[in-house]
């Protein structure tokens, strides 16, 4: 058995897996698991980087079986042949290459995604991403680079100005973290140790779409943008970056026109892309046309003997979900003529979004802004009650959803409930082989051994700075405010994965609150 990848999916599952039943060889270029939810207080030094990385071998270990481990990267998957191709950046061998091949009889594919900068010109050569821990260690130093550029003898105050000017593009959970955690490093450390620059700071948030926090609850959006607007974080919504050179960033919206502006650092965070083996294996099995890899709900990829992918690079494909839409529609559409009224489309969204949050991300994105400006045109009433539409044309645009969209949230959560089922199928499969009469479950009109993978979703947290985090909770229930923060610590402080790492963050979050955060340029 071949493991790819030692993120939030390959962790968890080789920490459930029964390795006394499976010859288990784990390929990943990270030789340790890394504890993501807290990158963005790395960037500011309210936590230190080996706090949040552990040994992939000490989790071996402590399995007490023999697992096998390479750093190296896989650079093709051979489902033909079952086999993947590797590569190691750290040693090569007799013939110089460092290359080496592994056959595997089931393949457990957990490489994660790449940040998406959407072919964005300047974005890879001017911009910060947040994804490993070594884009934190360049953000840290690039912010006291900023700071201490700006306190040089004989800048202008406008230069000050565009060196101390952060830029976050992205309004979704992870930039609006970043952007919270940079505002209270400078107002809470680097405003004393910086007076004369300290009123030149700009912080600015720019995000696509109509709001930032878009997957949250409404009342955590409001509050979040309240709060940043009181903080002075600036927000910009609506607005798209078309390019980004080594000094300033444009972007365009429909009301201002393109704009630029010089920036001094600038955070790249909008969402994540497929890595490009992920996309030669699936042209290899069929999925050219897809953005995401598809599984079956037992996290199989279709078509392709002993080959299961998870977390992050890839999606259950939903074919049901596509079902419950269609018939959404067919019992809107009471008459049968396969047309409904304006207001009977929007119902039918409505309700559609309701069920599925992110067939609602995926029409608020640019793809299906053609339906907003429909339901712009019939504001008038009497247009909504005698205007009506053809029902495939939304149905066509909504087919589209489940080859282009992530249908589970794209987080740790999910990456790890699935690592931790796919091992408890793995463990069970002996038995089941064993006792073919044994506990068959059946699903549709077919059977299978094990129950599908499904998402048990524990909430999600939002932490806005000044001690102050949203929690939306399962059951929509939400608590804004600095009782959230303090269950904020407590969550993160149990999910670490080792004692070791729980004693170092925990020690971290003292440090800072007795020494502030460590603002040296190292
Ligand atoms: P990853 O954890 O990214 O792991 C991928 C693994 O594959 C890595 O070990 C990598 O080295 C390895 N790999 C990559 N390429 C290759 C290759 N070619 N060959 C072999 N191995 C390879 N989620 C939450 O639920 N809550 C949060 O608060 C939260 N905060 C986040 C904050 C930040 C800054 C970021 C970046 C993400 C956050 N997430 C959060 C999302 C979460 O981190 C991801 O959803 C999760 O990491 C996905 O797990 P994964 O195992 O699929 O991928």
Not at 68 to 74: G, I, L, N, S
Not at 231 to 242: E, L, M, P, S, W
Not at 404 to 425: D, I, S, W
Request: hydrophobic share 40%.
């Amino acid at each position: 058995m071949v493991v790819l990848g030692t993120g939030w999916a390959g962790t968890s599952f080789l920490r459930n897996v029964d390795t006394s039943q499976y010859d288990v060889k784990v390929v990943s270029p990270r030789n340790y698991f890394l504890f993501t939810p807290l990158l963005p207080s790395v960037t500011c030094g309210t936590v230190e980087p080996r706090s949040i990385a552990e040994p992939i071998r000490n989790i071996m270990r402590k399995k007490g079986e023999q697992i096998q481990f390479w750093e190296a990267e896989c650079h093709k998957i051979d489902p033909v042949n079952k086999k993947i191709l590797c590569r190691s950046n750290i040693c090569t061998n007799s013939e110089g290459k460092g290359e080496f091949a592994v056959d595997y009889d089931y393949l457990v594919v957990a490489l994660g995604a790449k940040p998406n900068t959407f072919n964005t010109p300047g974005v890879v050569e001017n911009c910060h991403f947040l994804k490993e821990i070594e884009d934190t260690q360049r953000i840290r130093r690039s912010v006291m680079n900023c700071f201490e550029r700006a306190c040089l003898p004989g800048l202008s105050d406008e230069e000050k100005r565009n060196n101390l000017h952060f830029v976050i593009v992205g309004g979704g959970p992870t930039g609006v973290e970043f952007a919270a955690e940079l505002h209270d490093f400078v107002s809470e450390d680097l405003a004393n140790l910086y007076p004369t620059v300290k009123d030149l700071v700009k912080i600015s948030v720019i995000e696509a779409g109509v709001h930032i926090l878009t997957m949250f609850d409404k009342r955590i959006t409001e509050f979040a943008e309240q709060k940043f607007q009181r903080d002075g974080i600036d927000v910009k919504t609506n607005f798209r970056v078309i390019k980004v050179n080594d000094k300033t960033i444009t972007m365009s919206s429909g009301l201002t026109g393109e704009i630029s502006v010089p920036y001094g650092m600038v955070v790249w965070s909008t969402g994540i892309g497929t890595r490009p083996v992920i996309l030669d294996f699936m042209k290899q099995v069929g999925q050219a046309d897809r953005r995401v890899l598809a599984t079956d709900e037992w996290l199989r990829v279709p078509n392709c003997d002993g080959v299961y992918a998870l977390g992050d690079c890839a999606t259950i494909s939903q074919r049901k979900v596509m079902e419950d839409i269609a018939a959404i529609f067919r019992v809107a559409d009471k008459d049968n003529s396969g047309t409904l009224t304006v207001k009977g489309i929007k119902d039918v969204l409505e309700d559609i979004c309701e069920r599925y949050p992110q067939v609602e991300l995926y029409m608020k994105s640019q793809q299906l802004e053609n339906f907003a400006d429909l339901f712009k045109d019939a504001s008038d009433d009497a247009l909504k009650e005698s205007k009506k539409l053809d029902i495939e044309v939304f149905k066509k645009a909504l087919a589209n959803v489940d080859s282009q969209v992530k249908m589970l949230p794209a987080t740790a959560q999910v990456a790890a409930q699935q690592g931790n089922y796919l091992a408890k199928c793995f463990n069970k499969m002996k038995i089941c082989e064993e006792h073919p009469e044994g506990p068959l479950r059946i699903r549709g009109s077919g059977r299978h051994r094990f129950h599908p993978f499904g998402y048990r979703h524990l909430g999600q947290f939002a932490p806005l700075g000044g001690e102050q985090t949203a929690a939306q909770l399962p059951g929509d229930w939400v608590s804004i405010g600095h009782s959230s923060q303090w269950l904020w610590y407590s969550v993160y402080a149990s999910k670490q994965v080792s004692w070791r790492t729980r004693f170092l963050v925990v020690s971290d979050w003292i440090r800072r609150f007795i020494y502030g955060r460590d603002s040296s340029c190292i």
